[in-house]
């Protein structure tokens, strides 16, 4: 036997519930919400872990291990075809890209990445470089210059 040759028996789904249309309907005024509330309100959700005012049980249990999220380092980032639309004969770096807006946080540092394509020599000095963003800057005869990261 499979899934799909069971029969249906015909009564596969049902009619949506008509609420509020009167008493003798049986689900009309509250509409089976009850009285007063916040349950019996249009647009109640709960938040999740929520006991009712009870201390959350994922608040009672310990932290265990370590997590780098807080210690992480973020860096600005620039594809290769975002600095081939780049007019300059000096070096592109973080301050350059801030001043044309291309960056917006001056406090992160730069990582260059490889998506698009490069059509002119360019030095680039920035703190990271993927292997695909190096490749295709030294293949059309530009620089990379790779600085240290500022440490925090």
């Not at 689900?27 to 089976?32: E, F, N, P, R, S």
Request: net charge positive; hydrophobic share 35%.
């Amino acid at each position: 036997m499979k899934l799909n040759k069971i029969p249906s028996g015909g009564k596969a789904t049902h009619r949506k519930k008509r609420l509020g249309r009167g008493e003798a309907n049986g689900l009309g005024k509250t509409c089976a919400r009850g009285c007063n509330g916040s349950k019996s309100r249009s647009g109640y959700s709960i938040a999740p872990g929520f006991e009712g005012g009870q201390m959350p049980l994922f608040r009672k249990l310990p932290q265990r291990g370590f997590n780098n999220y807080r210690f992480r380092t973020n860096y600005n980032i620039v594809n290769v075809g975002d600095l081939n639309a780049i007019e300059a004969d000096q070096v592109i770096d973080l301050e350059l890209l801030l001043k044309l807006n291309v960056v917006r946080n001056p406090d992160q540092g730069l990582k260059i990445l490889g998506d698009g394509e490069l059509t002119k020599a360019i030095k680039v000095k920035a703190e990271k470089f993927t292997k695909g963003a190096k490749e295709k800057i030294e293949a059309a005869g530009g620089e990379v210059i790779a600085i240290e990261a500022a440490a925090e």
